[in-house]
């Protein structure tokens, strides 16, 4: 059974801060690994890794894999109140397009 | 990329009541799912709708209790059976293309259920 484990459960920061994130996770015939942010309802997407060593970075947000200590970092640097969300990672396998989820990290960033 | 609507936005529903949560996706998709995130939790995958026939449930999800209808590539049913307070949740509908490398699952909007 694919298992993703996701530290630490919360977090509090102030402005600027910059915050790692951690995901760690053990999967069969691993194919993926997503990020998400969720503030609602709705998760929107932030990035996708599949290979080890290549940072994928979006604005002040990046993320990177090692599939040889089978975890994930992602980063944000100068956090802004509007980061204040919970961060989920999700891991796929080559059986289908179906995600596992991790139990996510909560950021709180206060002014 | 897919926009994806689901209804009810939120209920209040009473114990022993059913409710069926919609999705409606603007384009044909290949797979759709429905996850569940109970308060404080992550999500957690119920079934896979499968066009045509019964969907497939995940370890601890039963057909009895989460029925699920797809009649054609754009729309599914969720229903919520005979419902307890253990089940006020949200129900998030998502969708896939299959040998879409790119990698992204597609959520709506969720429906939010509290079962008093």
């Known amino acids: 059974e694919d298992k993703v484990v996701q530290s630490p459960l919360s977090l509090v920061v102030h402005e600027g801060d910059t915050v790692t994130l951690n995901c760690s996770y053990e999967?069969?015939?691993?194919?993926?690994l997503l990020w998400y942010k969720q503030e609602k309802k709705a998760p929107t997407f932030l990035f996708m890794l599949?290979?080890?060593?290549i940072e994928k970075k979006s604005g002040r947000l990046s993320s990177i894999l090692d599939k040889k200590e089978l975890f994930s970092i992602l980063n944000i640097t100068a956090t802004q109140t509007g980061d204040s969300a919970i961060y989920l990672c999700?891991?796929?396998?080559?059986?289908?397009?179906?995600?596992?989820f991790g139990g996510g990290t909560r950021l709180m960033v206060k002014p | 990329s897919a926009v994806i609507s689901q209804k009810p936005s939120r209920d209040i529903c009473q114990r022993g009541t059913s409710l069926t949560i919609q999705c409606q996706v603007d384009?044909?998709?290949?797979?759709m799912f429905w996850y569940r995130q109970q308060p404080g939790q992550s999500l957690t995958l119920i079934a896979t709708?499968?066009?045509?026939?019964?969907?497939?449930?995940e370890s601890g999800f039963v057909i009895d209790k989460f029925p699920i209808s797809r009649p054609n590539l754009t729309f599914s049913t969720l229903t919520v059976s005979n419902m307890s307070p253990e089940d006020s949740s949200i129900y998030l509908c998502?969708?896939?293309?299959?040998?879409?490398?790119?990698?992204?699952?597609?959520f709506g909007e969720g429906s939010r259920l509290t079962v008093l």
């Open positions: 384009s044909q998709v290949t797979m």
């Open positions: 599949t290979s080890s060593g």
């Open positions: 709708a499968n066009q045509g026939s019964e969907a497939t449930y």
């Open positions: 999967v069969t015939n691993f194919r993926s």
């Open positions: 999700a891991v796929r396998n080559n059986a289908g397009n179906m995600l596992t």
């Open positions: 998502s969708v896939a293309w299959a040998g879409d490398y790119t990698g992204e699952l597609f």
